[in-house]
C-alpha cells in the first residue's frame, strides 16, 4: 500500500502520541456514526420506535465527539505548528469529522422518520425500496472508515467511483415513489417520508465519498474535490 505518511518519526514522542490520539479518536467516532446508521436503518425497516428514539439520542453523542475533537486539533495545530503531513493530517481530521457528525445528522433524520411510521403501523413491507439501498450505504461507509484506517488510496478510489451506483439506486426509487403516489394519492403521505430517508441515504454515500477524497488528500497531498474520478487517477499518477 502506498503511503507518504510518517506519523512516527518526530523527535518529540508526546507529538506522536498526540497524532495517533486524535486519529484514535476519529475512528472511534466513525465507529459510533456507523452504528447509529446501522440502527437508524433497522429501526425504519423494522418499525422499531424504540430503536428509533436511541437513534435520534445518539447524535447529541456523535455532536459532543465532532467538536472535542475539533478542539483537540485546534489545540496541535496551534502549539505544534505542524507541516507538510502533518497539517495535511489534521486538516483531514477537521473535514472528515464535519463529514460523519453530517452523517449523523441524516441517520437522526432516519430515526425520526422511523419514529412517524411506526405510529401510522405502516407496513414494513413498504420500505422493499430502501432495503437494497441501505445496504449498500452502509458497506460504503464501512469500506471508507476502513480505508481510513489504514490509509488505503487504492480503496478510497474505487470507494469513490461506487457512489454512481447509490446515486443511480435513489433515482430509481425516487421514480418508484412518484409512481406509487400518482397510482394511490392515499400514499403520498408515506411515500414522501420514504422518499426523504432515500435522499438520507443518498447523503450519507455522499458524505462516504468525501472522507475518501480526503484520504487521497492526505497521502498524496491532491486535492481531489469536485474532481471526475479519470482526472483524480491522472492526478495521483503524476
Given amino acids: ?18 497524532l495517533e490520539e486524535v486519529r484514535n479518536q476519529v475512528l472511534k467516532m466513525g465507529g459510533l456514526v456507523e452504528q ?5 436503518l433497522v429501526a425504519l425497516l423494522d418499525a422499531n420506535e424504540e430503536l428509533a428514539k436511541k437513534v435520534v439520542e445518539t447524535d447529541a453523542q456523535v455532536n459532543k465527539m465532532e467538536v472535542e475533537i475539533d478542539e483537540t486539533c485546534t489545540e ?7 507541516a507538510a503531513s502533518d497539517l495535511r493530517l489534521m486538516v483531514s481530521i477537521i473535514k472528515t469529522i464535519t463529514d460523519l457528525e453530517r452523517i449523523g ?12 411510521l411506526s405510529d401510522e403501523e405502516t407496513s414494513s413491507r413498504q420500505f422493499v425500496e430502501l432495503r437494497h439501498l441501505g445496504d449498500s450505504v452502509k458497506k460504503m461507509l464501512n469500506r471508507a472508515l476502513n480505508a481510513y484506517a489504514r490509509m488505503d488510496v487504492n ?8 457512489d454512481r451506483n447509490i446515486n443511480q439506486e435513489f433515482d430509481n426509487i425516487s421514480r418508484l415513489l412518484i409512481l406509487k403516489m400518482m397510482e394511490d394519492p392515499r400514499e403520498i403521505k408515506n411515500a414522501l417520508r420514504i422518499s ?12 462516504s465519498k468525501n472522507i475518501c477524497e480526503y484520504i487521497v488528500y ?16 491522472k492526478q495521483i499518477e503524476s
Fill in 1 to 18: 500500500m502506498e503511503n507518504e505518511l510518517h506519523l512516527s518519526q518526530h523527535i518529540s514522542k508526546r507529538f506522536n502520541q498526540e
Fill in 155 to 162: 480503496e478510497a478510489l474505487d470507494i469513490i467511483q461506487s
Fill in 36 to 40: 447509529q446508521v446501522s440502527d437508524g
Fill in 105 to 116: 445528522d441524516e441517520a437522526e433524520k432516519l430515526g425520526r422518520n422511523a419514529m412517524k
Fill in 218 to 233: 492526505l497521502v498524496k497531498g491532491k486535492d481531489v474535490r469536485h474532481t471526475s474520478l479519470e482526472d483524480v487517477k
Fill in 196 to 207: 426523504w430517508c432515500a435522499r438520507a441515504l443518498e447523503r450519507i454515500g455522499d458524505h
Fill in 76 to 82: 496541535i495545530l496551534a502549539r505544534r505548528q505542524p
